[in-house]
């Protein structure tokens, strides 16, 4: 079983309790492509593109241009530098040794800048959703720049294995999921509020990270296995599921 995960805009650029030694993302030409782009870019450009804050645009600015493909196993370890809801869902500090290894096998963790990334891959820090209008050499924004190679990738990596789709319809959308094999399994998680169920993503986002860690700590490998999911009082609600797309509620 295979993961898909957003990344996060929060960063924690504190050093990490892992020790061990970190990888080489698959991509990284591709990255140092746009990274050439960015570096090009002033502080308003880059404000304006990202609808950044100055402070916000300022600190993404010096980030491009002290980037260098040389440095990559000088900087952090993705899984213990996002920060964002998810992440806290699935508290990586709380992970065995084993466990963190068995997470590496199985969580993909889509990003702007990287492409794609593995829970033990280095990187530098950065800022560049997957959403922003960025024309480049492959076309009018970044699903034109990472579509092919992200599909391709993901349809070699899961081969028979079910791909769980946690990544926000903005970044997953960058995957051609017609051109996989394998069915994909959606996942969500609904809020009781005012006697019906709803999508509020605060909520949404930390329940992915819960997930995530479900299967990682539980080495799950069956679809229907994941059902049996209940962390912070969810629920798997067979009514409003349906095949390949699982509901949890609370």
């Known amino acids: ?57 300022e600190l993404n600015f010096n980030r491009y241009q002290i980037w260098e493909k040389e440095n990559i196993k000088q900087g952090k370890v993705a899984i213990f530098l996002f920060e964002g809801d998810a992440y806290k869902g699935l508290d990586i500090q709380s992970f065995s040794t084993n466990e963190l290894q068995l997470l590496n096998q199985k969580l993909f963790i889509l990003s702007g800048l990287y492409g794609v990334l593995k829970p033990l891959d280095c990187l530098l ?3 560049l ?10 076309g009018k924004d970044l699903y034109a720049f990472w579509r092919t190679k992200l599909t391709e990738y993901i349809k070699k990596e899961t081969k028979n294995e079910a791909l769980i ?6 970044y997953a959308s960058v995957i051609d999921f017609k051109q996989l094999e394998k069915p994909i399994v959606q996942v969500d998680f609904l809020q009781e509020k005012n006697n019906e169920y709803k999508n509020i993503a605060i909520y949404s986002k930390r329940a992915r990270g819960l ?17 049996a999911f209940d ?6 609600n067979n009514n409003l599921s349906k095949e390949n ?5 609370r």
């Open 1 to 57: 079983m295979k993961i898909l995960l957003s990344p996060a805009k929060r960063l924690n650029e504190k050093l990490s309790d892992y020790s061990g030694k970190c990888t080489v993302p698959n991509f990284l030409e591709d990255s140092e492509l746009l990274i050439k782009k960015l570096k090009k870019l002033s502080k308003n450009e880059i404000s304006s593109l990202m609808k950044l804050s100055p402070n916000l645009a």
């Open 125 to 127: 820090p950065y800022r």
């Open 129 to 138: 959703e997957m959403g922003t209008k960025f024309k480049n050499s492959r």
């Open 165 to 170: 789709n946690l990544a926000s319809k903005e």
């Open 211 to 227: 997930m995530t860690a479900f299967i990682a700590k539980n080495d799950i490998e069956k679809v229907d296995d994941l059902k």
């Open 231 to 236: 962390e912070e009082n969810y629920f798997f």
């Open 245 to 249: 797309h699982l509901v949890f509620t």
